[in-house]
């Protein structure tokens, strides 16, 4: 039973499904229908309306005292799914252990032969039923069950006409005000939807029990949805005649159309929730008029539960750990343990990287580090590097003529400031930085463009821009006291900085590729690495750092 482990908390077949070797050992007209696997285990044929039955009423008589009588030509009800519905009933109404004297008053629409959903809530909690119903079998066997078990006080099978919900079967009782109403509605619009033809969806497995029941129990004009669309009407004119309406869905997507037009309808308080029993899933709505209930929480979203994922590995052996040993001490680091020289190589490479780590407390035996990866610094870092040097030699050149056209150019300029310096002698260092450096032309056709000279360059052009803030810096100065009240303070420039970088660092922190937990520790002579994922963008681009760790300290260990 894939779904017991989410069935209502208060089921009793929840943690205890029924022992069908018991069962049959006390009940003959059960053992019957129970035949041995293979394996040995004890199996029923839940196609057969006839073996369904027969679990059914064994159930009823074992786990509630009751005896009931169905036909195979009506609806036959599974226990732990109707047994489901009346405790989220009591969750609806506050029925508690405190208030249980107290009497409680619901209708069951459509009851059905059996009439379960009254005896059940009559036997458990005492709870009073009007039990409507428009089917003349379902109606006598109805009425013949509740006799059977001396429920007569409690519980009232009505006969009502066809398509009757609410609004007749309260004329009579125009005073009483109930607690709550039930429903099991038809699911079916017709016979087709019925046979599961555009009803089921062509992925899902076909429906592991019988489908039973009479024309009015599981057919209606407009299927289940119409059905509790003509409850909700009802409950407009009704409104606090009764504190709860609720009725059970077969189809998931009849639920947000129904809560939508209870939406519409501006009415107060809506809630639903899940029944999961078996292979079976079904749904159920409730809602209120009265502003005093308390609502149920309705289930929160199931999630597909995720298998717990491996994290990625690599193993450093003992031989590379001696390696990596000689070298951190090489380097004069203080690392001598396996744990702490692979910690120790691992922390570099991360900070060569520019990915985020910091220690974590863990375990003994073992280093842990979390990283978050800010950008991806690790892939195709030899090719970034040829690319950059590609690009420095494949800069454009100049023509020999061009260039010793320049050179020409630029040795006037020299002459004529040299003359312009013996005319009028400088008085500001400021002026010098006007002057382009020497080292900035290239002196012949044949000299490459290096990274040396566009460094100068960067520096020369740093250097103008400096010169040039002073100069202004200056006049500015020289123009008076009103002119220099409006400089900013060193302590709100600290301060804007201040704000600045730390606003950087957070936007730094909210963009980040992934991030993950490593945990260094010893596989007896061996270190192990495990890189377990915690969130980001894409899984895979953990496992690329891991395999350059990897490669980084194989090619460590090789030089």
């Known amino acids: ?42 199996s029923l044929n839940f196609k057969d309306p006839e073996a369904v039955r027969a679990l059914t009423c064994t159930l009823l008589k074992e786990d509630f005292g009751l005896t009931i009588d169905i036909p195979v030509e009506r609806l036959i009800p599974t226990v732990p799914l109707r047994l489901n519905y009346i405790h989220w009933v009591e969750d609806l109404i ?10 409680r008053r619901g209708i069951d629409i459509g009851t059905g032969a059996s009439c379960i959903y009254p005896l059940l809530g009559a ?11 428009v089917d003349d079998m379902c109606f006598n066997y109805a009425k013949k069950n509740v006799e059977r078990n001396n429920l007569s006080d409690l519980i009232k099978v009505v006969k009502v006409p066809q398509k009757t919900l609410l609004m007749d079967a309260l004329k009579e009782e125009s005073e009483i005000v109930y607690d709550f109403c039930m ?16 009803s089921r969806n062509p992925r899902r497995p076909p429906p592991s029990s019988v489908n039973t029941g009479g024309i009015t129990e599981i057919m209606a004009e407009g299927g289940e949805l119409e059905f509790v669309k003509r409850i909700i009407h009802d409950s407009l004119q009704l409104k606090k005649r009764l504190r709860w309406y609720s009725c059970m869905l077969g189809k998931k997507c009849s639920l947000a159309p129904l809560k939508e037009e209870l939406r519409i309808q501006g009415v107060p308080k809506v809630t639903h929730t899940e029944f999961c029993q078996g292979r079976t899933m079904r749904w159920a709505l409730a809602w209120s ?18 298998k717990p994922r491996k994290p990625i590995t690599f193993m450093v052996l003992a031989s590379t750990v001696k390696e990596l040993s000689i070298k951190a001490a090489a380097m004069g680091w203080d690392a001598v343990e396996a ?3 692979v910690r120790a190589w691992v922390e570099k490479i991360l900070t060569d990287l520019k990915v985020q780590h910091k220690r974590v407390p863990c375990g003994k035996d073992e280093v842990s580090l979390f990283v978050t990866a800010i950008e991806n610094s690790w892939i195709h870092l030899r090719r970034k590097k040829r690319e950059g040097i590609r690009q420095l030699r494949e800069l454009p050149r100049a023509s020999e003529d061009t260039l010793q056209a320049m050179e020409v150019e630029k040795n006037s300029q020299k002459s004529v400031s040299n003359d312009s310096d013996r005319e009028n002698p400088k008085t500001e260092d400021s002026e010098m930085g006007l002057m382009v450096p020497d080292e900035d032309v ?33 006049t500015s100065l020289g123009k008076g006291s009103s002119n220099a009240k409006k400089e900013p303070c060193p302590s709100e420039e600290a301060s804007s900085l201040t704000v600045q970088k730390e606003q950087s660092l957070k936007e730094t922190s909210r963009c980040f590729l992934f991030k993950c937990l490593m945990n260094v520790k010893k596989e007896g002579d061996d270190v192990l690495v495990e890189m377990h994922w915690v969130e980001g963008q894409n899984r895979d681009l953990m496992n690329q750092l891991c395999t350059y760790l990897r490669n980084q300290i194989l090619r460590l260990v090789g030089s």
């Open 1 to 42: 039973m894939a779904l017991n482990k989410s069935m209502h908390a208060r089921n009793r077949y929840k943690d205890k499904p029924p022992d069908f070797a018991y069962l049959a050992g006390k009940y003959p007209e059960f053992q019957q229908h129970v035949h041995t696997t293979l394996t040995g285990r004890l």
């Open 123 to 133: 036997t458990l909690n005492g709870w009073y039923f009007l039990a409507t119903e």
């Open 183 to 198: 429903c099991n509605p038809p699911f079916f619009a017709n016979q087709l939807e019925a046979k599961g033809v555009n």
């Open 442 to 474: 290239p002196s012949t056709a044949g000299d490459d463009l290096t990274e040396e000279s566009a460094a100068k360059e960067e520096r020369s052009e740093h250097m103008k821009e400096e010169e040039t803030e002073a100069e202004q810096g200056e």
């Open 339 to 341: 744990l702490a020289v």
């Open 94 to 103: 506050g029925h508690q252990e405190a208030d249980k004297q107290a009497l």
């Open 289 to 306: 008029f009265y502003d005093d209930v308390q609502v149920p929480s309705p289930p929160s979203k199931r999630r597909k539960l995720e």
